[in-house]
């Protein structure tokens, strides 16, 4: 059975994942719009392995016998002007998510959910993950970016990115 205080912050991570995955379904659609579309692919696949991390955490809260309580997830920020502003918000916000996630191993220590602390370890490594891959993209607009043939290369870069269903690895 799962600690009341930790199901309660899984539930808030379900909405932050499925938040995200809608932030980046809106980045992905403006750079469709302005003619990137490998930058709307790599967007596009980002939204979709943030629904994975959603899933995962709902699959894990059943696995412990707990409650699903799913929120409203709020309408995503649209205010997006270049792909360097763009992917100076998204660092921004995966540190956010990075925050949130501490919250929940931190949460579980103090609760003694040895489980919970584990499988958030996942989670942990993943955020390592993700903001090294937008670390890296950042730093390419911003040394080139400027420059519309090199902002073609990197867009043909982005859109080798592929969808792979994340899986919860023990
Ligand atoms: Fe699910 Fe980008 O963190």
Request: net charge negative; with cysteine; charged share 30%.
């Amino acid at each position: 059975m799962l600690n009341l205080k930790v199901e309660e912050i899984l539930n808030a991570q379900i909405n932050k994942e499925f938040y995200s995955a809608y932030l980046y379904l809106a980045m992905s659609g403006y750079f469709d719009g302005i003619g990137l579309k490998g930058f709307s692919n790599w967007t596009k696949v980002q939204a979709q392995e943030e629904m994975d991390h959603g899933m995962i955490l709902f699959n894990y809260i059943l696995e412990r016998d707990g409650n699903i309580d799913l929120k409203p997830i709020e309408a995503p920020v649209k205010d997006f002007h270049s792909p360097l502003q763009v992917f100076e918000m998204i660092l921004e916000h995966e540190k956010s998510v990075t925050s949130s996630i501490e919250s929940v191993a931190n949460l579980s220590e103090d609760e003694c959910d040895r489980a919970t602390r584990h499988f958030i370890d996942w989670y942990i490594s993943e955020q390592v993950e993700e903001e090294a891959q937008v670390l890296d993209v950042l730093k390419m607009i911003k040394m080139f970016g400027n420059e519309c043939t090199i902002l073609y290369h990197i867009d043909k870069e982005l859109a080798e990115r592929k969808y792979k269903a994340h899986d919860y690895e023990e």
